[in-house]
């Protein structure tokens, strides 16, 4: 399911970058943002600071 999310919603459909370093660059940003988007769902949400007046 995680290649195809990254092949149709981030569209790694076909690559940019060219060779076998450049297939391999592409797809390990793609990776990594993809993960940081699932770490960003897990974490709790920043408590804003409440002004006392």
């Known amino acids: 399911m995680l290649f195809v999310h990254l092949k149709r919603i981030l569209g790694l459909g076909r690559l940019r ?3 076998p370093n450049g297939a391999k660059d ?3 940003l793609a990776a990594t943002a993809q993960n940081l ?3 960003a769902k897990i974490l709790p949400a920043p408590q804003q600071m409440q002004k006392s007046l």
């Open 26 to 28: 592409e797809f390990l």
């Open 37 to 39: 988007r699932k770490l």
């Open 17 to 19: 970058l060219r060779g």
